[in-house]
């Protein structure tokens, strides 16, 4: 059973396809199941059914064969069991709720010929609760016979079902008690789910990545500051990146392509793949899944807005893939459109000063990470050997630094429009907040202070302007910045 229900209501995937660790918890469910031997596999969905069927394909990669069910009601999912695995033999079915996994050992608990064999767990932490016929919590996997599915009442709910299955078992059925499951019912129940696979209470599952350490997991391409602090037990996913300063665990787990930034502050959380925590971000009892924030100590949800805070890192980069690929292609056209008048003012200057006609200087590709030693450079060209692009305006500005920088552009080190590209010295001498936004945003020949803020801007207006671009930034503000340029510098906010 995976017709799932998301957690919170608004998320866009069901709770098995949560990850726990390294990978979606149906597909731990899955590989603990084949581990034991079973090669049939029958899922009956509903909520997000195309987003499980393209993670597990038809099964070949296990050795096994998939076939998937499509339930009306997914509080209501059981009458389709009456049309599944049996072919038309007695054999025995074994029903798996794939937002719960058991450690159960299939091979040494058989199933009855006649009734149910349902696992159960005993819940010492609430003992009254959730009882089955008067036995403890159900997990909700259960051998069933041929009778006991053609017997199931007409359209019962999970309650419904767990009663039937409980008298049933009573009568010529079995129960079997088993230690607790690993569950992603809720959010709480999925941090507790890390913690006990971290901390090696659960065993059995297949992880990727080594122990580089006791207690402390690592996968390939990972980038771990020197400064960084892991206290175990910690997982870190493939190709993560992990800032200065930054402090993770114990009981953390982070999924593959994140970004965590320079003295955040990550414990007892699970960081979903592909998010970005922010500097100076301090998290606990959380579940992160890109800007959605899941507190457990409060039971709430709550979507951040701003990016700097909590993002999606795969948005980031399609945007900035795009948005780079547009400014390459604009760029080569221009180029091909003004080669002569490049020339020309290459032999005018030649002719009318000494030394060289063209110039470069050494700056920063951006966005960086805050790591010094991680910064890549490039030569930025220019027809002018003393100021960066955009500082004046008009035809000077436009032959002298503009058309040079196409190359750079076209080059994919450069945009057209940004912040100004600055060399790793200046880079070194700028405040730390105004650093940390610099780092982060994209560079580019156009800015926006020098569409607003004259030739001489100040260091305020420099810093308040390059603020406002990196909130800003999108395919509208760089046009709109790019005919306040070629217009002359008309205000257009």
Request: aromatic share 8%; net charge neutral.
């Given at each position: ?101 058991p ?53 019962p ?181 003004t ?24 700056v ?15 030569y930025?060209?220019?027809f ?48 730390h ?7 982060r ?24 302007a ?28």
């Amino acid at each position: 059973m995976a017709t799932g229900h998301p957690i919170p209501p608004d998320e866009p995937y069901p709770a098995p396809m949560f990850p726990l660790v390294d990978r979606p918890f149906i597909q731990h469910v899955v590989e603990f199941l084949v581990d034991q031997g079973v090669t049939e596999f029958d899922f009956i969905l509903h909520h997000a059914p195309e987003k499980i069927e393209h993670l597990l394909g038809d099964g070949g990669r296990w050795g096994s064969r998939f076939r998937f069910h499509l339930a009306r009601d997914p509080a209501r999912p059981y009458r389709l069991l009456r049309g599944v695995g049996f072919n038309g033999e007695r054999e025995p079915l074994l029903l798996v709720h794939a937002d719960r996994l058991p450690h159960v050992q299939l091979a040494q608990i058989p199933p009855a010929p006649e009734g149910p064999v349902l696992f159960c767990w005993r819940d010492r932490r609430n003992p009254s609760n959730g009882r089955v016929g008067g036995w403890p919590r159900w997990t909700g996997w259960a051998w069933l016979s041929t009778p006991c599915v053609a017997g199931l009442p007409g359209d019962p709910d999970e309650d419904g079902l767990g009663a039937y299955l409980a008298s049933a078992a009573r009568r010529k059925g079995a129960f079997v008690e088993v230690s607790e499951p690993l569950s992603a019912q809720s959010p709480e129940a999925l941090l507790t789910a890390h913690r006990r696979v971290l901390t090696r209470a659960f065993t059995g599952l297949l992880l990727t990545g080594r122990e580089a350490e006791e207690g402390i997991w690592m996968s390939r391409n990972v980038s771990l500051h020197p400064t960084a602090r892991l206290i175990p037990p910690v997982y870190i996913g493939e190709n993560c990146r992990i800032g200065a300063g930054a402090q993770l665990g114990p009981n953390t787990a982070v999924g593959r392509d994140c970004v965590l930034d320079a003295r955040c502050s990550v414990a007892h959380s699970a960081i979903f793949p592909g998010s970005y925590v922010g500097e100076d971000l301090e998290l606990a009892d959380v579940v992160v899944d890109r800007n959605r924030l899941i507190n457990v100590r409060v039971g709430t949800a709550v979507s951040v807005a701003d990016e700097f805070i909590l993002g999606d890192v795969a948005d980031s980069h399609l945007r900035e893939w795009l948005s780079g690929a547009l400014s390459r292609v604009i760029a080569v056209a221009l180029l091909a459109l003004t080669w002569p008048v490049l020339l020309a003012t290459a032999l005018c200057l030649k002719l009318m000063r000494n030394g060289p006609a063209l110039h470069r200087r050494g700056v920063v590709r951006l966005p960086a990470p805050p790591d010094e030693a991680a910064w890549r450079e490039f030569y930025l060209w220019s027809f002018s050997p003393d100021a960066a692009p955009g500082e004046n305006g008009g035809v000077r500005d436009l032959l002298l630094r503009f058309l040079p920088a196409l190359v750079n552009v076209a080059k994919g080190e450069l945009h057209l429009v940004g912040v100004p590209p600055r060399t790793r010295g200046e880079i070194r001498g700028l405040p730390h907040d105004w650093q940390a936004l610099y780092l982060r945003a994209k560079s580019g020949i156009v800015t926006e202070a020098s569409v607003h803020c004259g030739d001489a801007p100040t260091p305020d207006e420099l810093y308040s302007a390059e603020a406002f671009y990196s909130v800003t930034a999108g395919v509208r503000r760089d046009l709109k910045l790019l005919i306040g340029y070629v217009g002359g510098k008309r205000d257009i906010r």
